[in-house]
Nanobody
């Protein structure tokens, strides 16, 4: 599975961005992770295709929404009310496995990764 991420950019705090992750094949779970300078990569959100379920990190709940376009095999991450602490390189990831909930929060559970896309939020 090859992943192509797009949609990053520079915005002011309070504004929105939408990231997209287009996949070349079917995935069991598609997730978004982010990594800020000097910090470890962290889970942001994930979509489980078979269960049609969405999962979020506490830090983005109520602000970010993950959605899917089945026809396009694409997952979107709508990010609203962005904060400076959301600044990071965002990576989409996928696995063909059907992950159980605790596992999908872990980056090691994902087999395929897209290139990162920079999101910068200014105060």
């Amino acid at each position: 599975v090859q992943l192509q991420a797009s949609g990053g950019g520079l915005v002011q705090a309070g504004n929105s961005l939408r990231l997209s992750c287009a996949a070349s094949g079917r995935a069991g779970v598609t997730g978004w992770f982010r990594q800020a300078p000097g910090k470890e990569r962290e889970f942001v959100a994930a979509y489980r295709w078979s269960a049609n379920s969405r999962h979020y990190a506490d830090s983005v709940k109520g602000r970010f929404t993950i959605s899917r376009d089945r026809a396009e095999n694409t997952v979107h991450l709508q990010m609203n009310n962005l904060k400076p602490e959301d600044t990071a390189v965002y990576y989409c990831a996928a696995t063909t496995s059907r992950l159980i909930v605790p596992t999908l929060f872990q980056s090691v559970a994902y087999d395929y990764w897209g290139q990162g896309t920079q999101v910068t939020v200014s105060s």
